[in-house]
């Protein structure tokens, strides 16, 4: 994982790659979990039973904003940065879902700095990320996702 002590040192960074992440298995909990928190509880998500039936390679499959929901949790082992204010979700340029995330695959975060930019309330990040799945060819999901650091105090 890259350490860096404060967003000026992680600004000098744009245009390179971070690092990849740890794996994160995404089972059925989860899936089912985001589906009652949402409300898309389509059946390609949360019948095992059918989906051993209908689905190519007999499996539920995430739901693709649940890969989108986990870049925090999956960014947090590419890159930390030890000295920051408040970090937020500012938001998200563009998201496409390439492949499925079949119930119990594992997942991970390729992370590369696009921009950094000072503003008046912090430094505004901007990332693209390439979240694979375990033995797939082609990524589960591409985005380019920004972050808000506030400014300390």
């Not at 059918?50 to 989108?68: D, K």
């Not at 937020?88 to 499925?100: D, E, H, I, Q, S």
Request: charged share 25%; net charge neutral.
């Amino acid at each position: 994982m890259l350490e860096v002590e404060d967003t000026a040192e992680l600004a000098t960074m744009v245009g390179r790659t971070l690092g990849t992440g740890d794996w994160l298995t995404v089972d059925q909990d989860m899936i089912d979990a985001f589906a009652r928190a949402t409300g898309d509880d389509n059946w390609i998500h949360v019948d095992v039973e059918r989906a051993a039936r209908e689905m190519p390679g007999g499996r539920t499959i995430a739901h693709g904003f649940l890969t989108l929901s986990l870049l925090p949790k999956l960014s947090r082992t590419v890159y930390r940065v030890r000295r920051r204010g408040r970090a937020l979700n500012y938001g998200t340029n563009r998201v496409r879902f390439t492949a499925p995330v079949p119930s119990g695959a594992r997942i991970r975060l390729t992370q590369t700095l696009k921009g950094a930019e000072e503003t008046a309330a912090g430094t505004r990040l901007t990332f693209d990320c390439v979240v694979e799945v375990e033995g797939s060819a082609r990524p589960a999901m591409v985005a380019e996702s920004m972050v808000l650091v506030a400014k300390d105090g």
